[in-house]
């Protein structure tokens, strides 16, 4: 080899290996350490623990949950859900509620009885024409409510509140007309 190739190659080696080092790039200095205390760590001395023998027996039902590691998300209390009440024994008398109804006077009575029977006959009515039917579901929920007024009227009839069997019985008509409307 020549002299001249040799120096090229000594070149181009030195050229390479100051760019493979990174020495090409400007590197941020290094910072001086100023805090000596914080560079020098204590020693601490290392307790002595006593030696245990046998291990303790721990049973594994009584081992809970591990501790949450940080603050968690805030949970609502569980909703309670109420038992049902013990079954009355078979001779226990069941103490009947006092239903407030207004007194009404002779002819209003009358004329609540007669709106409450034709209320209930004109939901009853509205009520067959179903029948037979194949119905949607908005139309059964009208069914459904109609049933429940009508069932209700008549529960407030037998309890001699008259004022609310009518009021329920004008529903129940109400509604069996918007349904029979809707067939």
Do not use: Y
């Not at 569980?78 to 008398?93: Q, S, Y």
């Not at 709106?115 to 069914?143: F, I, P, R, V, Y």
């Amino acid at each position: 080899m020549s002299r001249e190739t040799r120096k090229k190659l000594a070149v181009l080696l030195c050229a390479s290996g100051l760019g493979v080092c990174g020495c090409a790039t400007r590197r941020a200095p290094a910072r001086p350490v100023v805090n000596f205390m914080a560079v020098v760590h204590p020693v601490i001395p290392a307790a002595k623990t006593p030696e245990v023998k046998t291990p303790p027996d721990i049973e594994v039902e009584a081992l809970s949950a591990p501790p949450a590691l940080g603050p968690g998300r805030a949970q609502p209390p569980k909703p309670r859900v109420a038992t049902a009440p013990a079954p009355e024994p078979a001779g226990a008398e069941k103490h009947v509620e006092p239903t407030i109804a207004p007194e009404l006077s002779a002819q209003e009575l009358t004329t609540a009885k007669a709106e409450t029977d034709h209320s209930l006959e004109a939901a009853e009515k509205n009520l067959a024409m179903t029948q037979g039917k194949s119905l949607n579901a908005a139309q059964q929920d009208l069914a459904s409510k109609v049933r429940g007024f009508a069932d209700n009227a008549r529960e407030a009839m037998r309890n001699g509140d008259w004022e609310r069997a009518k009021n329920l019985s004008k529903k129940a008509e109400v509604l069996s007309e918007q349904l029979a409307g809707s067939l």
